[in-house]
Antibody, heavy 119, light 115 residues
Framework: QVQLVQSGAEVKKPGASVKVSCKASGYTFTSYGISWVRQAPGQGLEWMGWISAYNGNTNYAQKLQGRVTMTTDTSTSTAYMELRSLRSDDTAVYYC????????????WGQGTLVTVSS | DIVMTQSPDSLAVSLGERATINCKSSQSVLYSSNNKNYLAWYQQKPGQPPKLLIYWASTRESGVPDRFSGSGSGTDFTLTISSLQAEDVAVYYCQQYYSTPQAITFGQGTRLEIK
């Protein structure tokens, strides 16, 4: 069965960086893209960007351009999301999600990783 | 970016009754070349990731109960739960994927409760 398993919770200071991993199993990793979506406490869903696991092409949300980098390691079927220059309003649960293959809607999600930014 | 606006923000419905959630996009998400609406619906329960319910505006994801249905076209869409069950208490989100992969956007969410 398809699974996306994310790394554990992180606590970071303002200005630091965080790198969250998302290990995929149960499907051919390079046949689908991965998006990252975050959710601040008590708030809605915000799409952060997308990476093709096939060729590494990326597209990032405009508001995060320059602070976010998404990568994949096809040898371990793992996707990564690094966010730099962290601010308090980056405190959120970060989800990886697999796109369907036919459109950029998301049929499988990771369990979420809480990133807390606090001095 | 395409702005997605859901209504209402919260909704209380009696068990067994119909629940209707609306989603309006700031521009059409109907792609004329394939006549498909690039609109999905998700359900999110507390402490869980979102779950895909509906895609292409009206196609039910495998395993989703048939009391969930999606309708609409262009800029106006509806998620209907025909007979509310206790396990349907959740927040529901619409999402457009028309302007992909540059700018996927979600609605603000609708909280559904039991009356």
């Amino acid at each position: 069965q398809v699974q996306l398993v994310q790394s554990g919770a992180e606590v970071k200071k303002p200005g630091a960086s965080v790198k969250v991993s998302c290990k995929a199993s149960g499907y051919t990793f390079t046949s689908y893209g991965i998006s990252w979506v975050r959710q601040a406490p008590g708030q809605g869903l915000e799409w952060m960007g997308w990476i093709s696991a096939y060729n590494g092409n990326t597209n990032y949300a405009q508001k995060l351009q320059g602070r976010v980098t998404m990568t994949t390691d096809t040898s371990t079927s793992t996707a990564y999301m690094e966010l730099r220059s962290l601010r308090s309003d980056d405190t959120a649960v970060y989800y990886c999600a697999r796109d369907s293959g036919s459109g950029l809607f998301f049929d499988y999600w990771g369990q979420g990783t809480l990133v807390t930014v606090s001095s | 970016d395409i702005v997605m606006t859901q209504s209402p923000d919260s909704l209380a419905v009696s068990l067994g009754e119909r629940a209707t959630i609306n989603c309006k996009s700031s521009q059409s998400v109907l792609y004329s070349s394939n006549n498909k609406n690039y609109l999905a619906w998700y359900q999110q329960k507390p402490g869980q990731p979102p779950k895909l319910l509906i895609y292409w505006a009206s196609t039910r994801e495998s395993g989703v109960p048939d009391r969930f249905s999606g309708s609409g076209s262009g800029t106006d869409f509806t998620l209907t739960i025909s007979s509310l069950q206790a396990e349907d208490v959740a927040v529901y989100y619409c999402q457009q994927y028309y302007s992909t992969p540059q700018a996927i956007t979600f609605g603000q969410g609708t909280r559904l409760e039991i009356k």
